[in-house]
C-alpha cells in the first residue's frame, strides 16, 4: 500500500540555519508529492509539489526534489527564519485512481532568534 | 474570500451531547474531505465525498455521520460525544482528480472540539 515517513521532530534550529526534513515514501506507480505546512492556529497549506520524477517544487526559498531511484521527497531551505516555525507535513497522491491523499505524521519545526 | 470556511471554529461540549460542524467552499471543486487532528497533529482522514456521494469511509465510529446537501457543503455530525473525540477537525476540499494531473487539497482553518 501506499505510505509516508517523515522524521520525527521537534527540530530546533537558529535563525539562518539550513534546514532538512526528510521523507521517504512508498506508493505503486509514479504518485506526485507535496509539502504542507500548518502554522499555529491554522489550517494545512500547500508549501510545494513535484508531479513526476526529478520534479523540483519550490516555494518561499523551499525546495523538495522527486528522487524515485531513492523514494524520497526532502524539504530544505537555506536559511530559515522565525516565522517559518510550523509544522511540515510530507504527502502523496496516487495518480492512479481513488482521492485518498496519504499524509505524513507531520514535523514540528522551531526557529529561535 | 475565504475559499474553504468551517464553523464553528471553537466548540466545548459535555460528554453525551449531539453537535454538528458546517464546512463550505467557494472553489467550485467537486471533492470535500472531513480530517481529524490529534494532540500530536497526526492527521487521519475520516470522510471524503465527491459529487455528494460518499467515496471515503475509513474507520470511524457510526456515531460520526457526514452530510452533503450539495457539493459546496459538507457537514459533519457526531451523536453521543466522548471524550476521545475531542481534536481539531479539519474539512477540506479538492478538484475532481480525473480533471488535474495532481490533487492539490485546500483546508480550512479548523474547528477544536473540547469535550467535558
Known amino acids: 500500500g501506499n505510505s509516508v515517513t517523515q522524521m520525527e521532530g521537534p527540530v530546533t534550529l537558529s535563525e539562518e540555519a539550513f534546514l532538512t526534513i526528510n521523507c521517504t515514501y512508498t506508493?505503486?506507480?509514479?504518485?506526485?508529492l507535496f509539502w504542507y505546512v500548518q502554522y499555529p492556529g491554522e489550517g494545512l497549506q500547500l508549501l510545494l509539489k513535484?508531479?513526476?520524477?526529478?520534479d523540483k517544487g519550490s516555494n518561499k526559498g523551499f525546495e523538495a526534489t522527486y528522487r524515485k531511484e531513492t523514494t524520497s521527497f526532502h524539504l530544505e531551505k537555506g536559511s530559515v527564519q522565525v516565522s517559518d516555525s510550523a509544522v511540515y507535513f510530507c504527502a502523496l497522491s496516487p495518480n492512479t485512481g481513488g482521492f485518498k491523499t496519504i499524509f505524513g505524521a507531520g514535523t514540528r519545526l522551531f526557529v529561535k532568534a | 474570500d475565504t475559499a474553504v470556511s468551517q464553523t464553528p471554529k471553537y466548540l466545548v461540549t459535555q460528554m453525551g451531547n449531539d453537535k454538528s460542524i458546517k464546512c463550505e467552499q467557494n472553489l467550485g471543486h467537486d471533492t470535500m474531505y472531513w480530517y481529524k487532528q490529534d494532540s500530536k497533529k497526526f492527521l487521519k482522514i475520516m470522510f471524503s465525498y465527491n459529487n455528494k456521494e460518499l467515496i471515503i469511509n475509513e474507520t470511524v465510529p457510526n456515531r460520526f455521520s457526514p452530510k452533503s446537501p450539495d457539493k459546496a457543503h459538507l457537514n459533519l455530525h457526531i451523536n453521543s460525544l466522548e471524550l476521545g473525540d475531542s481534536a481539531v477537525y479539519f474539512c477540506?476540499?479538492?478538484?475532481?482528480?480525473?480533471?488535474?494531473?495532481?490533487?492539490?487539497?485546500?483546508f480550512g482553518p479548523g474547528t477544536r472540539l473540547t469535550v467535558l
Open positions: 513535484a508531479t513526476k520524477a526529478d
Open positions: 506508493a505503486t506507480g509514479y504518485p506526485s
Open positions: 477540506a476540499s479538492s478538484q475532481d482528480e480525473l480533471a488535474v494531473s495532481y490533487n492539490e487539497q485546500f
